[in-house]
């Protein structure tokens, strides 16, 4: 499978090493290069195959080099690959009807980027426009992207890198179970972390708001999943205030979640605004936002992402979209995720190091503690983990404040015999640590 003889795998982590920004990280103590991939698995320069159980950070949704999404984005490159939003393309409008029909409600009109960090500065933009207020709504551990308001509305600190302050971003407690905010339990605590949005609207806003941005399951927080009754009492609480609702599917989005398109239907609410990215075209970048016609009419000015509806871009989130269509991969997620689940909470039984185990569909988080009593947060379990599971031909990701939960997230293509491949070595990582 190597697809370079010429390439070692030292040179190519020579050239990251020396020409890239040492702020780009790479998981691992020595790093691990990739040069080609096919389905669920990846492979280095030496050939060695692995399982790919991040899938680019939830962004190769239908599997690596998937023949289906290339044929299609390789004949639009033959044919027009870039003109520019200025003239109208058959592979934009026919993306943007197709995404009118899948989003929930009446969120029909689009707007096309290359990144989850612009659709999330879009969303801001319409909803602040849409308004007449400046006032955002996060939540603590949420992640929005790489530009100053992304990182102003970012609530992990070891990403707010910029030193550019945005003010009127205020972050409210996040809907994360396995360490309350309020020190509570869930059901008895008739969600007050998002009856909290009433306070902290009263408290640290000037009492109307532009909206609140929430991912339905926070992403790069440790898949932490929010009670099932959440946003329907937020949501409600920012309405009030004069907010809309902007849900954040740039990693929930395109049946991750499983059963559904989007991770906020799961919980019985409509958002005014939606962004996502990521696995929307398997790994071809795009950034999306859609809203209601309403919402996106607001805004007057002019606007242009010069990349953004690029023809390529559009052509292969319209594959990727008809892949799962025809593959019906939205009920496959729900079954792998499920079987995944039970498997990772038999684990639990055994392994005292695995304090919770959480998710939704091929989202599953497992949060490594001390000792389940302290619930002291356990980062170098999961490095010393992430070593075996290297070694044994198993790639994860990981995730939360701390940086103790596992975050496990393979194609969404996925078969049972891989899920248990990957689970035989995960189980005996654990033994080995
Ligand atoms: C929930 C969420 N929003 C926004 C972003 C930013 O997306 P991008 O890195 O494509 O700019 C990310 C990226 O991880 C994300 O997880």
Redesign the pocket.
């Given at each position: 499978m190597t697809e370079n003889a010429k390439t070692t795998n030292a040179e190519i982590t020579k050239k990251y090493k020396d020409f890239l920004i040492p702020g780009v990280i790479t998981y691992y103590g020595e790093p691990l290069p990739l040069v080609s991939g096919k389905g669920c698995c990846v492979y280095d320069a030496e050939g060695r195959e692995y399982l790919d159980f991040f899938g680019g950070?939830?962004t190769v949704s239908v599997g690596h080099c998937n023949e289906f999404v290339t044929a299609r984005f390789t004949d639009q490159a033959r044919k027009l690959q870039h003109v520019s939003t200025l003239y109208p393309t058959l592979p934009i409008g026919e993306l943007a009807e197709k995404l009118a029909g899948l989003a929930p409600g009446n969120l029909k009109k689009s707007f096309f980027t290359s990144?989850?960090?612009?659709?999330?500065e879009t969303a801001v933009m319409l909803a602040q426009h849409y308004t007449g207020q400046v006032e955002i709504i996060a939540l603590r551990h949420?992640?929005?992207?790489?530009s100053a308001l992304?990182m102003n509305m970012t609530a992990h600190s070891p990403w707010r890198t910029s030193k550019i302050l945005v003010p009127g971003i205020h972050h409210a407690p996040a809907p994360y179970c396995y360490r309350c905010p309020f020190h509570l339990t869930y059901p008895a605590c008739d969600l007050a972390c998002a009856r909290d949005l009433e306070e902290l609207i009263k408290t640290e806003t000037c009492g109307k708001i532009a909206a609140f941005i929430a991912?339905p399951i926070?992403?790069?927080g440790g898949f932490i999943v929010p009670p099932k009754e959440y946003f329907q009492v937020a949501v409600e609480i920012v309405r009030k205030a004069g907010g809309v609702f902007i849900a954040?599917?740039?990693?929930?989005g395109w049946g991750r979640t499983g059963d559904h398109w989007f991770g906020i239907e799961h919980f019985g609410v409509v958002p005014d605004i939606m962004?996502s990215?990521?696995g929307m075209a398997n790994g071809v970048?795009i950034?999306w936002t859609i809203a209601t016609p309403e919402i996106a009419d607001s805004l007057k000015g002019l606007t242009i992402s010069t990349f953004g509806g690029n023809p390529v871009s559009c052509a292969a989130a319209q594959a990727t979209i008809e892949f799962i269509e025809k593959e019906n991969l939205l009920a496959h997620v729900r079954k792998m995720g499920d079987y995944f689940r039970g498997l990772l909470t038999e684990l639990q039984q055994s392994q005292p190091k695995i304090g919770d185990v959480r998710g939704m569909g091929l989202m599953l988080g497992v949060e490594l503690v001390t000792d389940r009593k302290s619930k002291t947060p356990d980062p170098q379990s999961v490095i010393k983990l992430f070593e075996e599971t290297r070694k044994q031909g198993l790639l994860i990701g990981k995730g939360g404040l701390y940086g103790n939960v596992l975050r496990i997230s393979p194609p969404m293509t996925v078969t049972k015999e891989q899920v248990d491949a990957a689970f035989k070595i995960l189980k005996s990582a654990f033994e080995r640590i």
């Amino acid at each position: 499978m190597t697809e370079n003889a010429k390439t070692t795998n030292a040179e190519i982590t020579k050239k990251y090493k020396d020409f890239l920004i040492p702020g780009v990280i790479t998981y691992y103590g020595e790093p691990l290069p990739l040069v080609s991939g096919k389905g669920c698995c990846v492979y280095d320069a030496e050939g060695r195959e692995y399982l790919d159980f991040f899938g680019g950070i939830l962004t190769v949704s239908v599997g690596h080099c998937n023949e289906f999404v290339t044929a299609r984005f390789t004949d639009q490159a033959r044919k027009l690959q870039h003109v520019s939003t200025l003239y109208p393309t058959l592979p934009i409008g026919e993306l943007a009807e197709k995404l009118a029909g899948l989003a929930p409600g009446n969120l029909k009109k689009s707007f096309f980027t290359s990144s989850g960090t612009e659709a999330d500065e879009t969303a801001v933009m319409l909803a602040q426009h849409y308004t007449g207020q400046v006032e955002i709504i996060a939540l603590r551990h949420c992640y929005s992207g790489r530009s100053a308001l992304a990182m102003n509305m970012t609530a992990h600190s070891p990403w707010r890198t910029s030193k550019i302050l945005v003010p009127g971003i205020h972050h409210a407690p996040a809907p994360y179970c396995y360490r309350c905010p309020f020190h509570l339990t869930y059901p008895a605590c008739d969600l007050a972390c998002a009856r909290d949005l009433e306070e902290l609207i009263k408290t640290e806003t000037c009492g109307k708001i532009a909206a609140f941005i929430a991912e339905p399951i926070l992403g790069v927080g440790g898949f932490i999943v929010p009670p099932k009754e959440y946003f329907q009492v937020a949501v409600e609480i920012v309405r009030k205030a004069g907010g809309v609702f902007i849900a954040d599917e740039v990693q929930t989005g395109w049946g991750r979640t499983g059963d559904h398109w989007f991770g906020i239907e799961h919980f019985g609410v409509v958002p005014d605004i939606m962004t996502s990215a990521k696995g929307m075209a398997n790994g071809v970048p795009i950034g999306w936002t859609i809203a209601t016609p309403e919402i996106a009419d607001s805004l007057k000015g002019l606007t242009i992402s010069t990349f953004g509806g690029n023809p390529v871009s559009c052509a292969a989130a319209q594959a990727t979209i008809e892949f799962i269509e025809k593959e019906n991969l939205l009920a496959h997620v729900r079954k792998m995720g499920d079987y995944f689940r039970g498997l990772l909470t038999e684990l639990q039984q055994s392994q005292p190091k695995i304090g919770d185990v959480r998710g939704m569909g091929l989202m599953l988080g497992v949060e490594l503690v001390t000792d389940r009593k302290s619930k002291t947060p356990d980062p170098q379990s999961v490095i010393k983990l992430f070593e075996e599971t290297r070694k044994q031909g198993l790639l994860i990701g990981k995730g939360g404040l701390y940086g103790n939960v596992l975050r496990i997230s393979p194609p969404m293509t996925v078969t049972k015999e891989q899920v248990d491949a990957a689970f035989k070595i995960l189980k005996s990582a654990f033994e080995r640590i």
